[in-house]
């Protein structure tokens, strides 16, 4: 059982006397001043009645390249505080300041630390629990999701395979899910490099189990000029549009006045491992090469902002197609 005190904070660790199976990861994107460097730094636990599947982890993704490496270690090397967001495992320590990282494998040398340079946290309240909403208040939700950070400046250096990366300067953005496993099908898709420093954008849909059935749930919050404009299915929000081409993603959401139109290029990425109930196995294609176009629009139809989003991550995985006809139903 989740202490009531954790709902509030969804970027700590959740799984303190949680049952099995349950898994936990936060996402760190950290991109350098001149775009060069872009990289996602995964680390998570996985927790099983199995104990040969049971492990920590660090996934590295280097998003210029697609070359992602899966770094595993025994659970018990895994550390959590419980009244902050604190997690180490092994050498490596990530916390609501920043990460600092000591990995060394066959397939990558990663040493040092980066800052975080004036977060921005998804807002928190009695009413909507984060990116959750109310839902955050449901416990038996397979899948959670909340966001650390919308967007952040980074100061700090890596080295990389034994050459020096800085990170003064750039922007970051941190999420996190935890649960019993990932969605059957999703599309997740994120970028905080706009014209303007201070937007960022962040979005998914995916396969909701509820009760007996499931729906398309959708959560999107779009941080410009110290705003959120949120689009979700807790606040009446609708999908008017949805198409997953091989090239693209074009969905189209309305609510609160607002419309939302997005259009994602799809591009090469890498291969990560996401949990099912039972084990990380999961191949998840993930690309942070791609483009996010966005244009929202108010009532009138006067335009509030349109931008394209660079070094944006972008996931379409599982049951697309259970997906797509849910999708169909609930605009029916």
């Not at 898709?189 to 729906?215: D, E, K, R, V, Y």
């Not at 799809?266 to 483009?291: C, N």
Request: proline share 5%; aromatic share 12%.
């Amino acid at each position: 059982m989740v202490r009531s005190s954790l709902l509030f904070h969804p970027e700590r660790y959740h799984g303190h006397r949680r049952r099995t199976p349950f898994f936990e990861g936060w996402y760190f994107k950290i991109v350098d001043a001149a775009e060069d460097e872009r990289w996602a730094i995964i680390p998570g636990i996985f927790l099983s009645d199995d104990p040969g599947e049971e492990h920590a982890f660090v996934q590295v993704l280097d998003g210029s390249t697609g070359a992602a490496t899966y770094h595993r270690f025994p659970a018990s090397s895994f550390r959590a505080a419980e009244d902050a967001f604190d997690v180490s495992i092994g050498p490596n320590r990530f916390w609501e300041g920043g990460l600092r990282l000591d990995l060394d494998s066959e397939g990558r040398r990663l040493q040092g630390e980066v800052t975080l340079v004036d977060p921005t946290p998804w807002p928190v309240s009695l009413r909507s629990l984060g990116i959750m909403g109310p839902y955050g208040w449901i416990p038996w939700m397979e899948c959670n999701h909340g966001v650390v950070s919308l967007d952040h400046g980074l100061a700090g250096t890596l080295r990389i395979d034994g050459r020096s990366a800085s990170f003064d300067g750039g922007r970051g953005y941190v999420e996190k899910d935890w649960g019993k496993a990932f969605p059957a099908g999703y599309v997740w898709m994120q970028s905080n490099h706009f014209g303007s420093t201070g937007t960022s954008f962040t979005g998914s849909i995916a396969i909701i189990p509820w009760l007996f059935s499931a729906f398309p749930g959708f959560i999107i919050g779009l941080w410009h000029e110290g705003r959120l404009h949120r689009f979700a299915t807790y606040t009446r929000a609708s999908t008017e549009h949805l198409e997953i081409a091989d090239d693209h993603v074009h969905w189209t959401v309305a609510g609160s006045g607002e419309r939302l139109e997005i259009v994602a290029t799809r591009a090469r990425g890498g291969l990560l491992y996401g949990p099912t109930r039972e084990r990380m196995s999961e191949r998840i294609g993930e690309t942070m090469l791609s483009d996010i176009e966005l244009r929202l629009t108010d009532r009138t139809g006067a335009v509030l902002f349109a931008g394209v989003g660079r070094n944006a991550g972008l996931e379409v995985h599982g049951d697309l197609d259970r997906l797509l006809a849910l999708q169909v139903a609930e605009g029916a």
